[in-house]
């Protein structure tokens, strides 16, 4: 009897552990796996870090942890719903734009909150979700595409950046409700463009442009989306 709770003991001390060790490498618990959470929490916070390592000291989202996650939780049946929240400053394009599609191809309903900020490559991943919110004193920035601060000399260069902004700038517009004129007019504000920071949107600018759908905090996003998840139900009775 002794042994037996021995082993309990041991398993559960190494149970915790692994969560623990996931926490610190992925922001992340285990998967849910008891019947009644039916909801999973996918934060992205920081910079999101795509093909090239970021320094140990920044504050970082690896899109090479949040993908398998994001098909764990697709393959899940007791997970009915995503809540995604995002505090990030942007980061590797490609990479985010990876992100956004992922969560925009996912069959169950999946519900974004910006908090603090949700700037640059956050903009499209804070659109892919089935609905979006911003709190009232969150912040988005929209600015072009660049590599760094210099001028680019180089013609093809300038082709790849501008079919880059392309994509982004598309799937925004196909997944929002603002019209590419706009989008691009906020984009390239010359104002903002000479100080390198472009527009930057609080709470409900962003909702007027109609980049992000509501103005709301947690309360709001998790009432949205039991309601997707209970219409996702009756349609499939």
């Not at 610190?24 to 870090?49: C, F, R």
């Not at 049946?77 to 956004?100: C, F, Q, S």
């Not at 072009?144 to 300038?158: A, D, H, K, N, Y």
């Amino acid at each position: 009897m002794e042994q037996k709770n021995e082993k309990e003991k041991n398993d559960q001390t190494k149970e915790a552990s692994s969560i623990v060790e996931k926490i610190k490498e992925l922001g992340q618990t285990n998967v849910p796996d008891a019947p009644d959470s039916n909801i999973h929490v996918l934060t992205i916070i920081g910079q999101i870090e795509g093909h090239m390592q970021l320094p140990p000291q920044n504050k970082s989202t690896k899109y090479e942890h949040v993908l398998p996650q994001l098909i764990a939780i697709e393959q899940n049946p007791k997970i009915e719903g995503v809540i995604i929240l995002l505090n990030t400053v942007g980061g590797d394009v490609e990479a985010g734009l990876a992100l956004a599609e992922m969560i925009a191809s996912m069959s169950k309903p999946t519900v974004s909150i910006v908090l603090g900020g949700g700037h640059s490559i956050g903009v499209p991943i804070a659109c892919a979700a089935t609905t979006s919110f911003i709190a009232p004193t969150a912040t988005m920035t929209i600015h072009p595409i660049r590599l760094t601060g210099l001028v680019i000399s180089v013609p093809q260069t300038f082709e790849y950046l501008d079919k880059m902004q392309d994509r982004v700038v598309r799937f925004v517009v196909d997944h929002s409700k603002i019209d590419v004129e706009t989008f691009k007019e906020l984009m390239f504000a010359r104002g903002n463009l000479t100080r390198d920071i472009g527009t930057n949107l609080v709470g409900e600018e962003a909702v007027s442009y109609k980049i992000i759908d509501y103005v709301g905090g947690l309360k709001d996003a998790m009432n949205e989306l039991n309601q997707l998840i209970e219409e996702r139900k009756s349609n499939k009775s």
